[in-house]
């Protein structure tokens, strides 16, 4: 994508100020940030092959207050992202597309409740 149709893009964001959009933009920006995190997985444990010692360096710094947020917006991210697919899958394939403004707001509620057991599982 170039520079230009992502201005567009923005624009259009600025003028179609609607929950459809915001859930669009939202959709995207987190499987980018699901996709970054599976490279980073893949890269943390790939310490494996260099052994015992090696392996749990790489984790150990994943075992801070640091961390813990950062598997916590992971969770978050994952949970909008799978949500939100479930929604446009339902919507697309059951014909509930006269639906999509009620689906929206059932996976937010879902999102919200997730999110709250999230804090209580990883940031406490």
Not at 65 to 88: D, E, P, S, T, W
């Amino acid at each position: 994508m170039n520079i230009q149709r992502l201005t567009e893009s923005f624009k259009d964001l600025a003028k179609n100020r609607n929950t459809g959009m915001y859930a669009f933009w939202v959709h995207r920006i987190t499987g980018i940030m699901v996709t970054v995190f599976l490279f980073l997985h893949i890269w943390t444990l790939s310490a494996v092959f260099r052994g015992k010692d090696a392996y749990d360096y790489a984790i150990s710094k994943f075992d801070t207050k640091f961390g813990y947020l950062f598997q916590y917006v992971l969770l978050l991210a994952v949970a909008i992202h799978l949500l939100n697919g479930i929604r446009i899958t339902m919507a697309d394939f059951c014909g509930l597309t006269r639906s999509q403004k009620k689906l929206l707001w059932i996976s937010a509620l879902v999102f919200l409740v997730i999110a709250a057991v999230g804090v209580k599982t990883v940031l406490w």
